[in-house]
């Protein structure tokens, strides 16, 4: 993947030995400014992902037309963020992303948008290494801090796409985003060894140049999983045959006033929603867990738990002890996704 219009290419073989069978698709940039979209569908590309975003101060300027024409030609497409972790925070790049173009809808045709998260291409002129000077630990709370962020703005997990190499490098090999789909970079006649936490990819990016404009992929499965992908109900890695697991949604609010009094009650209210054929309806009779970390602590504690009503709503009752950040998490089960909300942070005094 190519970052903007001033970065460099990714190292590395340019195509592949040959172009794989199956569901092609293609990523551009402001680099592929007039694609002809419906020439595109017409050589058999059926998806798309487009740049959107890089960092909170990079628009792709042909992004409407980009995204918009292949959507009016038959394809399922998606928007992608360029990530620059060293120069703000994961949920601040999230929140950019979606208020340029990168949001999703149900509607079967928008892919979830996608963190591309690699190298560094700047090093030459910002002086820091391939992981952008972070630890393994920094960067994989980076990610994460991503990925809630765009999961409570949009309800998906985003997709991830990066190469093995990178990965195991610089998030030190983290299994924490399996539940993530995966694009997988690797320019070569096979997808190779994945990165740690994914058993299964949902998008191999095997070329630099061939058949579409851009870079050329290869979904993993079929046209109706791509489907499911798309409408929250599959998370594109699923072999061929094997039952989806419904995405989920889970959201809260604190209704008391804040600074909450020491020893008050502080109540929970929320919802789980879960998307069936693309639109989204209560999850009913469904445990959640309310967790608290308190102020100055690394560690989440379980705080009670609640059971959803007939219209996906609970709500709990606490008692004030102190400051602190709080979180509702449900686990899923055989037919419906994990999913976690974001982060509120009560005063108390």
Same mark, same amino acid.
């Not at 394809?75 to 060293?86: E, V």
């Given at each position: 993947?190519? $970052?903007?219009?001033?970065?460099?290419?990714?190292?590395? &073989?340019? /195509?592949?030995?040959?172009?794989?069978?199956?569901?092609? #698709?293609?990523?551009? *940039?402001?680099?592929?400014?007039?694609?002809?979209? &419906?020439?595109?569908?017409?050589?058999? #590309?059926?998806?798309?992902?487009?740049?959107?975003?890089?960092? @909170?101060?990079?628009?792709?300027?042909?992004?409407?037309?980009?995204?918009?024409?292949?959507?009016?030609?038959?394809?399922?497409?998606?928007?992608?963020?360029?990530?620059?972790?060293?120069?703000?925070?994961?949920?601040?790049?999230?929140?950019?992303?979606?208020?340029?173009?990168?949001?999703?809808?149900?509607?079967?045709?928008?892919?979830?948008?996608?963190?591309?998260?690699?190298?560094?291409?700047? *090093?030459? *002129?910002?002086?820091?290494?391939?992981?952008?000077? /972070? !630890?393994?630990?920094?960067?994989?709370?980076?990610?994460?801090?991503?990925?809630?962020?765009?999961?409570?703005?949009?309800?998906?997990?985003?997709?991830?796409?990066?190469?093995?190499?990178?990965?195991?490098?610089? @998030?030190?090999?983290?299994?924490?985003?399996?539940?993530?789909? /995966?694009? /997988?970079?690797?320019?070569?006649? !096979?997808?190779?060894?994945?990165?740690?936490?994914?058993?299964?990819?949902?998008?191999?990016?095997?070329?630099?140049?061939?058949?579409?404009?851009?870079?050329?992929?290869?979904?993993?499965?079929?046209?109706?999983?791509?489907?499911?992908?798309? @409408?929250?109900?599959?998370?594109?890695?699923? &072999?061929?045959?094997?039952?989806?697991?419904? $995405?989920?949604?889970?959201?809260?609010?604190?209704?008391?006033?804040?600074?909450?009094?020491?020893?008050?009650?502080?109540?929970?209210?929320?919802?789980?929603?879960?998307?069936?054929?693309?639109?989204?309806?209560? $999850?009913?009779?469904?445990?959640?867990?309310?967790?608290?970390?308190?102020?100055?602590?690394?560690?989440?504690? @379980?705080?009670?738990? $609640?059971?959803?009503?007939?219209?996906?709503?609970?709500?709990?009752?606490?008692?004030?002890?102190?400051?602190?950040?709080?979180?509702?998490?449900?686990?899923?089960? !055989?037919?419906?996704?994990?999913?976690?909300?974001?982060?509120?942070?009560?005063?108390?005094?």
């Amino acid at each position: 993947m190519i $970052a903007s219009a001033a970065s460099v290419a990714v190292p590395g &073989p340019a /195509l592949a030995a040959s172009a794989p069978t199956g569901l092609q #698709g293609l990523d551009v *940039s402001s680099y592929q400014p007039n694609v002809s979209w &419906p020439s595109v569908y017409r050589a058999g #590309g059926r998806f798309a992902y487009v740049k959107a975003t890089e960092s @909170t101060t990079y628009r792709n300027p042909y992004f409407a037309a980009q995204y918009g024409g292949s959507r009016q030609a038959g394809l399922i497409r998606g928007a992608y963020h360029f990530a620059l972790p060293h120069k703000s925070s994961g949920a601040a790049q999230a929140e950019y992303f979606v208020r340029n173009g990168g949001g999703w809808t149900a509607d079967g045709w928008t892919l979830p948008g996608a963190l591309d998260i690699e190298f560094n291409p700047y *090093s030459s *002129s910002n002086g820091l290494n391939t992981c952008y000077g /972070l !630890s393994p630990a920094q960067m994989t709370a980076w990610i994460r801090d991503f990925s809630d962020r765009y999961l409570q703005l949009t309800g998906r997990r985003p997709t991830v796409y990066t190469n093995t190499h990178w990965w195991q490098t610089c @998030t030190g090999g983290s299994a924490a985003f399996g539940d993530h789909p /995966l694009w /997988l970079a690797r320019y070569s006649s !096979s997808v190779g060894t994945l990165p740690s936490g994914w058993t299964r990819h949902a998008i191999w990016q095997y070329a630099s140049s061939g058949t579409f404009p851009g870079d050329q992929n290869l979904f993993n499965g079929t046209y109706e999983q791509l489907k499911q992908l798309a @409408t929250g109900q599959g998370g594109g890695s699923v &072999p061929a045959g094997s039952t989806s697991k419904t $995405a989920t949604r889970v959201s809260f609010v604190n209704t008391v006033r804040e600074p909450v009094r020491r020893g008050r009650s502080l109540k929970i209210v929320g919802t789980l929603s879960q998307y069936v054929s693309g639109t989204r309806k209560a $999850a009913a009779g469904q445990r959640v867990t309310v967790r608290f970390k308190p102020r100055g602590s690394s560690a989440w504690k @379980t705080a009670g738990t $609640a059971t959803t009503a007939a219209n996906g709503t609970f709500r709990k009752t606490f008692k004030a002890s102190g400051d602190g950040s709080w979180q509702v998490v449900y686990a899923g089960d !055989s037919r419906r996704l994990p999913t976690r909300s974001g982060v509120d942070y009560v005063d108390v005094r």
